[in-house]
């Protein structure tokens, strides 16, 4: 079965880098200068940010649905990212290389499966967690540390 991998907008976070920092403390996100390699993984690009890089670290809604599991947490995004647009069935190298928590949602929005895979073994476990017909999508997350990393659709 095939998928669908989905970054975020731009659109919503774009004003974010025209905030000074005390301004952005208020909204509850942080400018960052990345300084390490592989720990800032833009969820608009869906690739690790680079050293010397700014990114925001700002509160997402990725669950943003009327049930018991609506949730927020926080996301990177990189300062000029450009929304990525993975061809179908592709995951991308950012997502590959991490332990990723995979969250398979029903019509209801409700959390009927979970599983945490190494992210190089998404192309076979995407397509075995749609084999079950209530799956409607799925949310990843980065197991380490935990952020949201994309949503899935069936392709």
């Known amino acids: 079965m095939t998928f669908q ?13 025209a905030l000074t920092n005390e301004e ?5 996100a942080s400018r960052l200068i990345v300084d390490t390699k592989h720990t800032h993984p833009c969820r608009v690009s869906l690739a690790d ?18 049930s ?3 949730a927020t947490h926080a996301i990177f995004v ?6 990525a647009f993975p061809e179908v069935g592709v995951v991308p190298e950012a997502i590959q290389t991490r ?3 995979i969250r398979a949602f029903d019509n209801k929005h409700h959390l009927i499966d979970a599983d945490v895979v190494d992210g190089s073994y998404l192309n076979t476990a995407i397509p075995a967690t749609f084999e079950n017909p209530k799956v409607v999508y799925m949310h990843l997350h980065n197991a380490r540390p935990g952020c949201f ?4 659709s069936r392709a």
């Open 5 to 17: 991998i989905h970054a975020l907008s731009p659109d919503p976070f774009k004003p974010l880098f």
């Open 24 to 28: 952005l403390k208020q909204t509850r």
């Open 49 to 66: 940010a680079e050293i010397g890089e700014t990114v925001i670290l700002t509160n997402f809604t990725h669950q943003p649905a009327e």
């Open 68 to 70: 018991p599991y609506q």
């Open 78 to 83: 990189r300062e000029h990212a450009e929304q």
């Open 99 to 101: 332990l990723i928590s």
């Open 149 to 152: 990393a994309a949503r899935v």
